[in-house]
């Protein structure tokens, strides 16, 4: 119940603050034998890594981790290790703890951050950084998700890609390959919409102030039957993990809100074969269960709640008090939140993948 | 893993088939001595209850609850009994079970149902009424849900009410009680906007059609210090509940979806004082956690799947067909879904609520 | 964790006082498309059922389960039906609820009951018969036991036997088939020693007394493989799952307390095959996990708690009182515990069965 | 369902191999604000620590626990440092690693090992050592076990010791302090009895034999109340925790096995007080909770599996061999597992703490 855990048959536990030591986690349910590229873990690490460019934090972390335990000691002639079916722990070193930086904010609350939050909660709180609020909590959803991502079908494939931000979207009529991406820094596959996101995110870093928008991710590769009845429904599960992301406010399937105003004779899915239909409307998902289609959903993200502008707040005695943050932040938190959107969406499609092994006679 | 639990410290399990002889649950983790008025959860129960007006199906069940344990016999003078600590077991027998209306689409799979994803991820199904995938499942959730709320503090009130639907939405700047929304058969606070609605909805019953909505809800009364950091946001687990409810498409906090257009500087919410803030885009809820300002989310739900008009499908043997549903279907699903979002929104702060009696040593 | 519920892939969750209105649970986790018989349900119910003759409680109870959901609604000619896949529940009616035998121990303690514990615990109980503390509750492990069974391997057995009771054991160099347990009512497979068991616990009826004693229990059939590592060892999973029964004092794996006092160089079971050891001290069970050898264990019994002579004790007051417990009990708690003991036995193994399909690549 | 975690409210989840670069895990649910002294962690694994007296294996390892997260980075005067409510990250590199040593055994299984069994069950092993069902992995226990101590009530105080070791046991009627355990290598708080023991260990050394053995422990402190019905009953909780340390095979509560032989008129505890028995055959659990008496209780372990004497086994192509296992061996590992008991049991205890606060209304 305390929530640094995530998963049912193969279960994440993590741990960590922004400013200790480490972060790290332990990975449990992993079937042996699997054969592991552990370099690919490290390439989805570098995509999440801050420093990169200018629209990214400042902070210098090399994050590279270290895995203690889970694969056989040999590899093979690519490098890769076989998964034991151990426990597989892990840990990234916290390299860059200029935490004197945050002594300022030590007794205020910065808004819309989890300051207040925690020390409500827990009357204690780690103020470096946002400690355990911190994302830097994510990068151990990223190495789980990379695992998870190498047990999973090799024709699975999980494309996020930033869809607006800072107030530009791509247009509704636009095409482009999901899978461009990575190869613009916005993270945006539609160049023209990418080159206007940055154009806009610079200005508004300039101004000190910080932007949101929208992930949308397609599913490739998902076989019909995945999801579970009642509770455990394959976009309640979906939900629960990305809305778990620091900065989501909300997620849609298929047509989702704009859906919601739609009639039944418009956005029922015709089945034109098993596993097809014609329309999408569903985003890949009924009843709970996938249905052979793609699974398409959007995740909104909040705008950075750390900006450089002055803001007024409350100190821990309940004064008012104007307060200035400083420190390193991003401008938008999306580009570098596409792989922990993966790694997430990989570590649910995993625990489904193995439980419907188990849901079927002959499976 | 298997889909039919809910909760960590409260939790519920539940079990039923739309046309099987009963739907039922269990409930533990309910602390001892507490005085309940059983009367309450029949009361939730006739709210969902079909068969009460011309917009929700005519299908007639009297939804009684049974009581089988959990309780001590005694009564005091206002017929309540006090919680013993053990598991509550139930059940609501299912009364009209006209199974016959279901034979004709045995084998033929019903666009946007999860007729065709039960079979794909079990091999079998009950095709009877939807069997367990049918919205009738949520009886359970309700029963679960009034004994939550009677576990909440008494100042805690959960008001979900009907903003949208058939595409028709309250005006944004019109003045209303949510308290209202049980005032009307379309569960629209709004008396205007809920004729409106309500006009709406007969057309496209006369039609054989069906429309979609979205409920939003406020929750007053929740502390400060609620959710837990990572994986178990309040906000995440909110939406694994809700996004489990049949129907449901999408789901925002806040200012959601609109809010990720806006900047750092506008979204932000001030801290004025200890648990209030100027304005409240996060929708109560900050790094995963209550902050004291009341909780706001909206819950987008797709037109009814079930219409009258004629559609194409694929029948088992994977055969193009024209298929006609009959049986009894409502034109929307919202106004019985108010009490089920009520009660997934109890059964989700009944859990922190008691998480948060072990978090701090002095709670 | 608030303990009526059991098993992870395969878990049973439970309520039901014992002269409340009904026992029952949900079964989740149960694959789809297995056929099953459900009068061996009712046939096992049947073993555990009080009032069968002069050993057992005079309570009338026919024990008479009623399926809720789960099943398809077809029966195949032998009167199977067929696994959905979805959760099962069951119920079974308290129909000898004679609870005015109970009231005059309301406000006093029973020596070596659960009547002082609970109170302390949850500061209110349900005193007639014991309420959830009664071994009434067995009930449902027997229905979810049975139905476990159905899910192994046909050729997997369980065969637990009354080894000692009232002091009275099968002497170590008899020979005997432990299916002959159910051929006796004192549950013992051999049946010079049965007799002898039956003679002493009539005696001690006659007193008003009680005795104790030990089940020992063969599994045969268990391939190598099942359980898991470091936590969840096969025989921590027994120990918790049988240490979990009404009584239950003790548990021994193998050679047990008895090999303790031994030398490794003769307790070593040394290798002659795969799955095949010269020995089995280790009764089945090596590094926690099954080793093909047939699993064997023994579990103490304390002497039921239950006895007609005048005991002393306090009341709610704290104050000493001479007590006289009337009602209906057994002078041993053994012969109707071996259902218990198989069904529980069922229920692990059913779970590692399950878990052993999802831990190896190509299981 | 992995296996490599433990607890329900306090959750301990492991992981390392005993041959790889380190071990370590993740505690969660720890509640905030606790002061804790992070040295006495480290004497409990100091007392568990390998290569300390002629009995204990030769492997040299400082076993110095890192803590990584959870903890406020200020200390107060005693060193001592504050809880945050967070998950608490740890390991304990491996410094010793001569894996050559088992080269040799690579293509065999040893008798009675694990060797075997985790092959058959994941189709893989780390061979180096045992890998994962090495008693090394009990380091990680101890580390949660000595924070869940600091958490308990101070006065509850958790006395494990060796009872019976190599066939030799404290005289029924000998009296001594059980706290002496820590005084004597042996663990065996009857100086008499502990030099025997040790006499008859250092034989079965020099023969290159191992022994087995019983320890007993007692609790002091718990009060009434703790435990849950039904399946989680704190002798079922204690002996799951306590049959999943290696070479545990039985476990008794209060007079166990020997109990089982004698009558309800003999075992009953008359209470006496409330919380106060005339005897304590019940080990201080009655119907599963704790009456307020001490509990107690008694495992047993066999001989060390890894014995110096040539033995038969086969090689992993089924074939017979004789088999020399090399390496650093106990002659029994009861001494060095007293402070893996007492770990378990705070671990146990600390949940059923931490539950205890939220099952009553006024608690």
Redesign the interface.
Known sequence: ??????G??L?L?????SH???????L???????WMDLQQVQQALDRRRPGQNTLTTERKEQDVV?????F??EEDESGRR?T??????F?IENEDQRSTDYQAIQDQ?R????????E???????H?GG???SAR?TVCRVVAGALATQLLPADLRILPFVE?MA?IGIPADASFDPQAATAHITGCPHPETAENMRGQLEA?KA?G??????IACQVHGV???????????L???L???L??I?A??????????A?????????????????Q??TN???GI???????MPLFF?L????????K?S????NRQ?E?VEMQIEGRHDPAVLPRALPIVEAMVALVLA?FY??????????
């Open positions: 119940m305390a929530g640094n855990s995530f049912e048959i279960r536990s993590t741990f960590g603050e200790g030591p480490a972060m790290g986690g332990v449990d349910g992993m079937p042996a034998g699997i270290r895995f203690l335990s889970g056989h000691p076989q034991l079916g151990t426990s597989i722990g840990i609350y808004p819309s951050h989890a300051d207040y939050t925690y409500a909660k827990y009357g204690i709180r780690d470096r400690g355990r609020s909590e607006r107030g508004l101004l102030d910080s932007a949101g928008g929208v076989p019909a039957g995945w999801g579970e009845p009642v509770f455990d429904k976009s309640a599960r939900a629960y993990a809305m778990g620091n989501a406010k909300g997620i849609e399937f298929g047509s989702g809100f859906g919601a105003d739609s009639r039944g004779s418009i956005q029922n899915d015709a089945f034109i074969a098993p596993g239909t014609a409307h569903s985003g009924q009843g709970g269960i996938s249905n052979g959007r909104a993200f909040k705008p950075i709640a750390s900006i502008q803001q007024q707040t409350i309940g008012a625990d193995l439980a419907q092994r188990i849901q079927r006679t002959n499976s």
